[in-house]
């Protein structure tokens, strides 16, 4: 799956992608990279400060044999859209 991370002005912040074997791939890679869980809550998520502008997100899914489709995805918008929260990739 790929991702596209907005502001609060609805400019592009960041790309990337969330493949995994496991059921929630994109769930999962937030949670390790963007998110941080809520003081005093067990199940609720805010943004780490350092992404507090985010406002919205999009994706877009592939089937699971067509994972590699969301990597070379994640190559060309980078390089096509040079948001400015990704390092690599950016040439």
């Known amino acids: 799956m ?4 907005f502001n ?3 400019h592009l912040s ?3 992608i969330g493949i995994s074997k496991s ?3 994109l769930v999962n890679r937030l949670i390790s990279h963007v998110l941080e869980k809520k003081p005093g809550s067990e199940n609720e998520y805010q ?3 350092k992404w507090s502008d985010v ?3 999009a994706t877009i899914g592939f089937n699971k044999n067509q994972d590699y489709l969301a ?3 994640e190559t060309y918008l980078i390089k096509k859209l040079n948001p ?3 390092k690599k990739g950016k040439t």
């Open 8 to 10: 609060k002005c609805g």
């Open 2 to 5: 790929a991702v596209a991370l």
């Open 14 to 16: 960041y790309i990337g």
């Open 55 to 57: 406002a919205f997100l």
């Open 47 to 49: 943004a780490q400060k």
């Open 71 to 73: 990597a070379a995805l």
């Open 84 to 86: 400015p929260r990704n």
């Open 23 to 25: 059921s929630h791939p």
